[in-house]
């Protein structure tokens, strides 16, 4: 679905779904979107945009990730290419145990 394709606003994923660029994007036979990108690793981002929906702050997706490192490359490259920033995960820890306290705290470093 576009909404979850365009729920990180601002990115090049948002703008490329949004309808703006509608009749510049490429189709295929069926009149479906067409992109020239490796199918496993673009699944990977849909993947943890579709969780990023059902996910709680305080039991954030994890990042997409490959098992391949070729693949692990390709899309730390799509990462950048769409304009996803993924939110850093919080490490286990006895001491910060809520995501909202470790997320300030990470702000706060950085």
């Not at 992109?35 to 943890?48: S, T, W």
Request: net charge neutral; aromatic share 10%.
């Amino acid at each position: 679905r576009r909404g979850t394709l365009c729920q990180l606003k601002g990115t090049r994923l948002e703008a490329l779904f949004s309808g703006r660029w509608e009749k510049k994007l490429s189709r295929d036979s069926s009149g479906r979107i067409f992109l020239d990108v490796n199918g496993d690793c673009f699944q990977a981002i849909v993947d943890f945009l579709n969780e990023m929906t059902i996910s709680s702050e305080e039991h954030p997706s994890e990042p997409p990730t490959m098992v391949d490192v070729g693949q692990k490359q390709v899309l730390a490259q799509y990462l950048e290419l769409f304009g996803l920033r993924i939110p850093p995960q919080m490490p286990d820890s006895n001491i910060i145990t809520q995501y909202s306290c470790w997320k300030l705290l990470h702000k706060w470093l950085n």
